[in-house]
Every structure is written in C-alpha cells, then in structure tokens.
C-alpha cells in the first residue's frame, strides 16, 4: 500500500488534515508469550477508534522482535477502520533496525512515525542530531514526529534537556510534520513557548500530556496531539479536545475536572519510577484495560506491576466515575481474547 502523502505534501498535510489525539497501543501476546495475539491487537485498535481517537501509536519497547514489531503494523493497520491513523515508532537499537521499521510501515500506509534515536547515538553537538536526524528523514518518505526529550541523554547539550538550535533545525526538514516536546523540567511551559516560537513555522508544536490539552487550545491553537497513553482515560481525553476546539472552555474543563482523580492516581504511580527513563508500559496496559481494552502482560524485561499499584490506579479511575466492569483484576493477566 502506497503513502497516502508525498513527501513535499507532508508539512501542509499536518497543518490542514491532523486533528485530533492519537494515543498508543501496545502488543498483545499468546499465554506462553511465543507470538503475537492478533485478535487482541485488532481489539485494542478498532477500541480506540470507537473512542474517538484519530489514530494510534503501534508500539514498540514492548517486547517484540523486529520481525514481530512488522506483523504488528500490519495486524494493526488491517484492523484500522475509515480514515483511522496508524504511527510507526521508530525505537530500536540501532538506525538500521528504524529504517527496516519504517520501510514496513510506508509498506501499509501509515500515516507518520514517532522518531526516537538509539542507545548508541551519542552527539557532542547539536548539529550531530540534525544530521542523525536528517539521515533517517532522507531514507523513509513518512510524515516524521519529532521527540524532544530528555530521555535521550542530551541535556549536556542543552539545559532544557534537547538543544533548541537542533529542534529549530530537524523542524525545517522536508519531511518533519510536528514536534513531540517533553524538554525543560519544572520550566516545561517556558521552554514549549520557546520551542513554540522557534519552531511552529515549520511543524506543528505541543506537549502530548492530556493534562495541558486545554491550555494549549486556548494559548497555542493545538489541534493535534501524540502520542500518549491517553486511553488511560478511556474517551474523555478526545471530548476535552472537541469542546475546547469549538471554543467551549467551560465545557471541555468541566470533563478535564472529572479525571482528576484518575490523574492524580496515574501521576502517583508515575512518580514511583523516576530515572527509569522507560515508561511502566504493562500500568499503561493495566489502566487501558479497565475501560475494555485486552490488557494482558509484556515479554519480560518489564517492570513489574504490583497489587497494591492496581489498587491505587483502580481507585482512582472509579472516583473519575468511569464504569468498569471487571470488579477483580484476576483477568488483566491473561487479557480479554
């Protein structure tokens, strides 16, 4: 299947056509863990367009191999009903393994890929990013998600944790679509307005965490999002960004208000895993399947899931008032198909 795109169609493309969240779905796989469950995986991708999401991030660092990650972006752009968007990611370890990823996800026509650089790539300049950048951006004709983030080891660089003359100079490839910017620690806000400012020329700029969706509608004109594990909160996050769209702030703050203590949960659960520089993606999965998602356990190494985590992240989504059926966590183990 071809790109729905060329490549010199890709910057406009963003700005008129991405409206929207796009949050993340991880592999699911059989009991014994020796291949991928692809019924569930459908499930979990045809669940997040039933919620109103615009697409979804097909996940990798979840415990599948290359040639696995590949049979999950088929699995998961075959199950993709309408115009519902499929986004590669591009985390492996090495570039070569991101651009066999990319290939297979140009072959189903995939909308874009979330960028990520290997364990490896350690630059001593900002310009060294931009090329590295550039590298892969001349090798994949998909729509790129740039990820300025801390993550990556290059606050050495730059005290925001990504250096902003190399943001200023990935967003000015041809290819680069948005800008995934997670930089500045406490000063996260001054540092989005700088990266704002600098860079929403070329690509479209915003921080993917739902909590500050209706911040920046208001003060940034966001209409785009991703990606992020915004399935925690089942479809609310999708109806904040719809009523603060049409201008309805009162609206959209009062269903953000209805997640706060679901949010306050998932940030305290957060909060007990500082310095992993990994994301708890089985509390990721745990928090998806409590509104109906497979749920089901990650190939080790992955951090462990605990009871009394279930418990307070459980807790919390109940007094959101979400409805959940399953009363006990015994079938999160195995998942729902």
Same mark, same amino acid.
Do not use: C
């Given at each position: ?9 890709i910057?406009e493309r963003a700005r008129?056509? #991405?409206?929207? %969240? ?6 699911s796989?059989? $009991?014994?863990?020796? *291949?991928?469950? /692809?019924a =569930?995986?459908a499930?979990?991708?045809?669940l997040?367009?039933e919620h109103?999401y #615009?697409?979804t %991030? ?7 191999t290359? $040639?696995?990650?590949k *049979?999950?972006? /088929?699995v =998961? ?5 309408g115009?519902?968007?499929?986004v ?5 370890s ?5 651009l ?9 026509g995939a909308? =874009?890929a ?5 364990p490896s ?5 900002a310009?060294d990013?931009?090329?590295h ?10 729509a ?13 660089l730059?005290p925001?944790?990504f250096?902003?003359d ?5 967003a000015?490839?041809?290819t680069?679509?948005?800008l995934k ?7 996260v806000f001054?540092?989005?307005?700088e990266?704002?400012h600098?860079c ?5 700029v915003?921080?993917p965490?739902e909590?500050h969706?209706?911040a920046?509608?208001?003060n940034?004109g ?5 990606t992020?594990g ?6 609310r996050p ?12 009162e609206g959209?703050?009062e269903i953000f208000?209805s997640c706060?203590p679901?949010r306050?949960a998932k940030g305290a659960f957060?909060?007990?895993?500082p310095?992993?520089?990994?994301i708890?993606?089985?509390g990721w999965?745990?928090l ?8 089901g356990?990650l190939r080790?190494p992955q ?8 418990k307070?992240l459980r807790?919390?989504?109940e007094?959101?008032?979400f409805?959940?059926a399953?009363k006990?966590?015994?079938?999160f183990?195995?998942?729902r198909?």
């Open positions: 299947m071809a790109l729905p795109y060329k490549r010199s169609e910057k008129s056509e #991405w409206r929207g %969240l796009t949050n993340v779905t991880m592999p796989f059989s $009991e014994d863990f020796s *291949r991928l469950n /692809e =569930a995986i499930h979990d991708v045809r997040a367009a109103g #615009w697409g %991030l097909v996940a990798s660092e979840s415990g599948t290359l $040639e696995e990650y *049979r999950f972006l /088929e =998961a752009a075959d199950a993709a009903p115009d519902f968007k499929i590669a990611h591009l985390s492996f090495t570039v070569e393994e991101e066999e990823a990319a290939a297979a996800a140009e072959g189903v909308e =874009a979330l960028l990520s650089y290997p790539f350690r630059p001593r300049t310009d990013i931009v090329e950048t550039r590298y892969v951006a001349d090798r994949t004709d998909l790129l998600i740039l990820f300025g983030v801390p993550t990556w080891g290059f606050k050495p730059h925001a944790g250096p902003m190399a943001l200023e100079g990935m000015r490839l041809e680069a679509a948005a910017y997670e930089g500045g620690g406490g000063a001054s540092a989005l307005d990266v704002f600098r929403s020329d070329d690509v479209l915003y921080h965490y909590l969706i209706p920046l509608v208001r940034y966001t209409q785009w999002l991703g992020s915004y399935e925690a909160l089942r479809d999708v109806k904040v960004l719809e009523a603060a769209g049409a201008g309805d702030f959209a703050m208000w706060q679901a306050e957060h909060a007990t895993f310095g992993a520089n990994l708890h993606r089985v999965k745990y998806a399947w409590l509104h109906g998602y497979n749920g356990l080790m951090m462990r899931l605990n009871p009394g985590q279930m307070g807790a919390g989504i007094a959101s008032g409805a959940v399953d006990d966590d015994s079938g183990y195995t998942g198909n």
